[in-house]
């Protein structure tokens, strides 16, 4: 029986060798070319995410938003820390925040571009995160908690969650702005809004995960 199975591959190997698999000689449109021009983006990406894929980045939000929720209802009745691990030495503060500058330019420019190039705003607000978090680790934990207060910035975050999902039911809906012209800054409707929203949303998330950890776990 082994002589038949191995006599069996030996003949697939070689039909794979010899015989050229059919190829139909039909025409058909890229896939990509045709997300470009339906979603009015360069970036086909986000065409997929903000309008082919539109109901997924909506629940997408919507779980974020709740892990953030989550992350303060269960952190919420534990007692904080006094030591609050950070950099101390001069040169890794300097790095630190020449990072976090960094990463603040990069979170701006993947949210206003991020329909024009790679990015997006997950991609935003993760860079925005991270330039959030860098600024923690070398900052002290009481100015950072003010100013995420001063600023009102959970109210912010719910606001930017809130305009996201009307914007992506009136995309469902079938409500759009002008598309304009592919490759251009105001181009593609309503998705450069909705990556600015999600940036928000994101960057604005983290920040209160970040605040939260420091608080009650002493580290990030």
Do not use: C
Request: aromatic fraction near 10%; avoid cysteine; glycine fraction near 10%.
């Amino acid at each position: 029986m082994k002589w038949v199975y191995l006599i069996a591959g030996v003949a697939l190997y070689v039909k794979m060798l010899v015989m050229p698999n059919p190829i139909a000689e039909l025409w058909e449109p890229s896939i990509v070319e045709t997300i470009v021009q339906d979603s009015g983006v360069a970036n086909a990406v986000s065409g997929i995410i903000f309008r082919n894929r539109l109901y997924d980045t909506v629940f997408e939000v919507v779980v974020f938003t709740l892990a953030v929720m989550g992350v303060r209802f269960l952190m919420g009745n534990e007692k904080p820390l006094t030591m609050i691990y950070q950099f101390n030495d001069q040169p890794s503060i300097v790095l630190a925040r020449l990072g976090a500058t960094i990463a603040a330019l990069v979170s701006i420019e993947l949210a206003i571009r991020g329909h024009l190039s790679p990015g997006g705003g997950f991609a935003a607000g993760v860079a925005g995160g991270t330039a959030i978090g860098l600024i923690a680790i070398t900052s002290p934990s009481e100015w950072m908690q003010n100013i995420y207060q001063r600023w009102r910035a959970a109210t912010w975050e719910k606001i930017s969650v809130l305009i996201f999902i009307i914007l992506a039911v009136m995309t469902l809906i079938g409500l759009q702005l002008p598309y304009g012209d592919i490759g251009t800054l105001l181009s593609g409707g309503m998705i450069p809004l909705l990556n600015i929203l999600v940036a928000i949303k994101v960057a604005l998330g983290s920040w209160a995960v970040i605040l939260i950890f420091i608080r009650y776990r002493g580290l990030l």
